[in-house]
């Protein structure tokens, strides 16, 4: 099978996952969700009632009707009967141990008696009253007997009370002083307690005979009239409406949802697809990037499905990531449309999409301005907190146009921002993460890669200063061309610090680090070149050992691409007139560049190296240099697999030239001294 048909069958089963994947993770609930607010204006034309329907009460109305429910319910408190029979058989025990001796027979049956209305009249705890009175309770139902009869509250008596109510006895006749001494407090103690399994049943009961409804919309029936104010009843008749629509949703219609939503899906993936064959079609042929943008499109759109069905707290999914993470592995284009594929994916998801849209869309793109190059930690706080502020700006202002007060303001939206703007700090952690999974290289791990103090860029300058040398001219000039034409300076300039690393095993062989011998004047022509071809491929096995990215190991390889070491391939013809020469012996193995950073450095190493052969550094000699070492990769189709224009190529070259004149100034000579 050809190598296309095989890049194609990818990219077709990776989208086919992608979509796949995104179809299941959506809500199969079919809900149907009508736009009005309370105190707006109907924005629809007339709506009618295709149904008969019953319209539900509010949740304020419900409560104010079990709040007077409950006020007016009685508890219900049972007499024992037995207590009031027990206390005066114990005043009789006593008065016939010792009370006979302080009471008369007749204030003994006054006192019996009083006891007896005592109980029967009902003796309340004093916690029981306070409860009562604290819940303004006016009437209880008074259990005596199995029997049940309402008993206004102000009528029972406390111990205390009863215990006066006694002491009240014609005291004229029987001194007070002469009660006291009979400890009547004893024979006096509650005989009502409270029934709550009773009293709780019957709440119970009439808070379930509470109905649910107000009225009942016939079928035919007009709802709301074009224009007209959504009241308070009518709000809830809305509501209702909406209900009943959702209920009687069946089978068919989860169906059709499905199918819906697998439509949408694919319409929408096939967009992004479109958008990167025509604009980023290297993406599709490279596996790893497009993995990276397959996972991209299917992690946050699943992860918020999740939190959806868990919590309901959307904003708190840090959707930022996904173009930031794009924006530093990728390029700003793609990142901005990879975001907004998942936040329309995501749309068909969420109670109120375009709100979703607006805050989603807005961040995204202040995400993507604030982080053009990431080379410090800081920079993904400085995102975040952005992100953050744009969140809760753009909320506020939509708020203003759709609230009529502050106090209806959702406080609770801005607390999400705020996490969402912590959760955006996972960034770093993650970035980290896929560097490894899909082996990117990070401007962080750049900035960390061309540090001269790593062991690698240590032991070149030690061990082969020229090389040292000319790779530090090379990283200048290519990052000055890559800044020109747009780019990735950052990476050129790192690329070509390790471009040479393979020169570390032969130093001496290579010119830049010879003195007054030259070893290859001892050598064929074929060993010289072999020698000097196989710095590509010992760079490469150094790269290797020092886990060097791949982005850097194609600096390496692409240098020279499928050129020849010319110096010994035309020497070698001059010596082998009209024999055929073996042009592998002196070919490097390439492979040409194939991005713009692996061309400019094409070009920056070949006109360095060529610059250095000049008797005189001139305007002209430096431009006939440049444009002869450039023009001739050009005819040789160095470039035909990279993206690169004619006029990124004169650009190109109009920089080295100034940077070269500027390197290879003209110096005045000091005088000296007359004696």
Known sequence: MKQTTKSYLFIAAVFVAVTATISAFLPRERVINLDFEEGKPWKYEQLTSTFSFAVYKS?????????????????YYIMDTSKGILAIDSLEVAYKRELHLLVSPTLRQKLAKRLGELYDNGIISSDDLARLQTDSTNTIMLVKHNVATPKPVDELLTVQQAYERIMAIDTTRWGRHTLQNSNLNDYIQPNLSYDAIKSEAVLNEALESISLTSKVIQKDQKIIGAGDMVDEEHYQTLL?????????????????????????????????????????????????KLLFLGTQLVLFPVVTSWIL????????????????????????????????????????????????????????IAAIYSLTELTERIQIFRVALIVAACYCLVFFGYELITKTSFALFDRRMYIQFLLNGVLLLFTYPLMLLYEKLFRFTSDVTLMELSNFNI?????????????????????????????????????VRTGAMYHDIGKLENPIFFTENQG????????????????IISHVTDG????????????????????????????????????????????SLFTYPGPD??????????????????????????????????????????????FRNCPITFKDITDIKAVFKEKLRTVHHARISYPELKK
């Not at 300058?461 to 990052?479: C, D, K, M, R, Y």
């Not at 020279?560 to 042009?583: C, P, R, T, W």
């Not at 305007?619 to 050009?634: F, K, L, M, P, T």
């Open 240 to 288: 209702s409406y909406q209900q009943e629509l959702n209920k009687r949703i069946d089978e068919r219609g989860i169906q059709m949802t499905i199918i819906g939503q697998v439509l949408l899906v694919i319409v929408l993936i096939a967009i992004y697809v479109l958008y990167l064959f025509n604009y980023r079609r290297s993406y599709l042929t490279q596996r790893n």
């Open 540 to 583: 490469l096995r150094l790269a290797e050992k020092h886990n060097l990215p791949a982005a850097i190991r194609d600096f390496i390889v692409t240098h020279h691409g499928l050129s020849k070491a010319k110096y010994f391939y035309i020497s070698y013809q001059n010596e082998h007139l009209g024999e055929e020469v073996d042009e």
């Open 309 to 364: 069905n868990v919590s309901g707290d959307l904003m708190i999914v840090p959707l930022a990531m996904a173009p930031v993470m794009v924006n530093i592995f990728l390029d700003a284009r793609t990142a901005y449309i990879t975001h907004t594929t998942i936040v329309l994916l995501i749309s068909l998801i969420v109670p109120e999409p375009f709100v979703f849209v607006l805050l989603q869309l807005v961040a995204g």
């Open 516 to 531: 007054n011998t030259n070893p290859h004047a001892c050598l064929p022509y074929e060993q010289s070149a072999k020698i």
């Open 59 to 75: 949740e304020r109305a419900l409560q104010q009707e079990r709040a007077e429910m409950m006020a007016a319910l009685r508890p």
């Open 455 to 491: 062991k690698l860029l240590r032991q070149l300058s030690e061990n082969a200063p020229g090389t040292f040398q000319h790779s530090i001219q090379v990283s200048n000039l290519a990052a000055a061309a890559a800044n020109k034409v747009g780019a990735s300076s950052l990476l």
């Open 593 to 638: 560049p194939h991005s713009m950073e692996t061309a400019i450095l094409m070009m920056a190493d070949s006109v360095e190296a060529a610059s250095r052969s000049l008797s005189e550094y001139t305007e002209e000699s430096i431009a006939n240099i440049v444009d002869r070492v450039i023009d001739s990769q050009i005819a040789e189709g160095r």
